[in-house]
């Protein structure tokens, strides 16, 4: 196939696999209205059950016997607490979303696959390949740490997240394929960039554990009310110690990352550090999620500034991505616009 052929073809995949996450997320949402309900309903019944004991109490005190109560189990009927986490069972909903990720992820990184074929080198030379193979990591990240946590209430963030950022870059950012710059004509364009993707990818992951922690400590302070399906997530500290534990996985790659720059532009330009502004960017987020992470480990920071915090950091993430590439001019200015 000619280069030409094998661009198409990716961009047939690309948005196949939006068509395909689109329904995901759909799913996901109905699984989180599905959540709702069920967790009324276990939430009424076990009003119901209280009210029985209380007048079987009363009953009994009348008669003056004594009466010996059993606490209710939770499969009876009790309300699903809020540090339960997911239901054991998962919804047909449910399976429906995770099988359809599953599928777009497959196609998906078929069609980065395909886009490095037709270019012949690394898919994420500019922003348009950043963002195919960028929401493509997120969704396989997502999917890996759903192997050792479950993380299946995060799945209509992620998958949102992942529609809105691929459907940016596909429709804003498409170019096509084009020579490598001199600059970037290098071994350290595999190492660097794609370690800066993965860790874009945790600490998206993180935000979104930080943005429900935030819910979730509202509902548990009783100035919330609604949102009866995040009673069937973890509770606000559970969802700070996931934040917190995925974030640092994140830290340690952008350390990488910042490091592995340095050495790179000592290679391409002569100097290890030039002030530029994709590099000042890099630092401050590198900064910010230093501060995160000292100050919940050393400071006692947690709760809501911990949560801001990562939503703070993984937003300089995005502004650093999407307006420092395209309205700031300098030596990374490689967006391909």
Do not use: C
Request: charged share 10%; no cysteine; net charge positive.
């Amino acid at each position: 196939m000619v280069t030409a052929d094998l661009a198409y073809y990716s961009l047939v995949a690309v948005y196949s696999a939006m068509a395909i996450y689109t329904i995901s997320f759909v799913a996901f949402a109905l699984d989180l209205a599905k959540r709702s309900g069920d967790a009324q309903q276990a939430a009424a019944r076990a009003a119901k059950a209280e009210a029985v004991s209380t007048a079987s109490v009363s009953r009994s005190a009348s008669g003056g016997s004594t009466v010996v109560l059993d606490r209710p189990s939770g499969g009876s009927g009790a309300p699903v607490a809020s540090g339960a986490g997911s239901p054991a069972k998962a919804s047909s909903f449910e399976r429906v979303a995770i099988a359809m990720m599953l599928l777009g992820f497959v196609v998906h990184v078929a069609s980065v696959v395909l886009r490095g074929l037709a270019a012949g080198r690394v898919p994420w030379a500019n922003m348009f390949e950043f963002s195919l193979t960028g929401t493509a990591i997120i969704v396989g990240v997502y999917l890996a740490v759903q192997l050792v946590v479950n993380l299946r209430f995060l799945g209509a963030y992620v998958m949102g997240l992942n529609l809105v950022l691929l459907a940016i870059g596909t429709v804003n950012y498409y170019v096509a394929v084009s020579p490598l710059p001199p600059a970037l004509q290098s071994a350290w364009l595999v190492i660097h960039v794609f370690v800066a993707i993965l860790g874009t990818a945790f600490f998206a992951i993180a935000a979104g554990l930080s943005a429900a922690q935030l819910v979730q400590t509202k509902r548990e302070q009783s100035k919330l009310a609604g949102l009866r399906f995040m009673d069937t997530l973890p509770g606000a500290e559970r969802l700070e110690d996931l934040a917190y534990r995925i974030a640092l996985v994140g830290f340690v790659l952008w350390t990488f990352t910042l490091i592995a720059g340095a050495i790179w532009a000592e290679r391409a330009w002569g100097r290890y550090w030039g002030w530029d502004t994709k590099e000042v960017w890099t630092f401050i987020i590198w900064v910010l999620y230093a501060g995160y992470i000292h100050a919940r480990a050393t400071r006692g920071w947690r709760g809501a500034r911990s949560s801001w915090l990562s939503i703070i950091g993984f937003a300089a993430v995005m502004f650093n991505f999407s307006v420092v590439n395209v309205f700031f001019k300098g030596l990374h200015a490689y967006s391909g616009l």
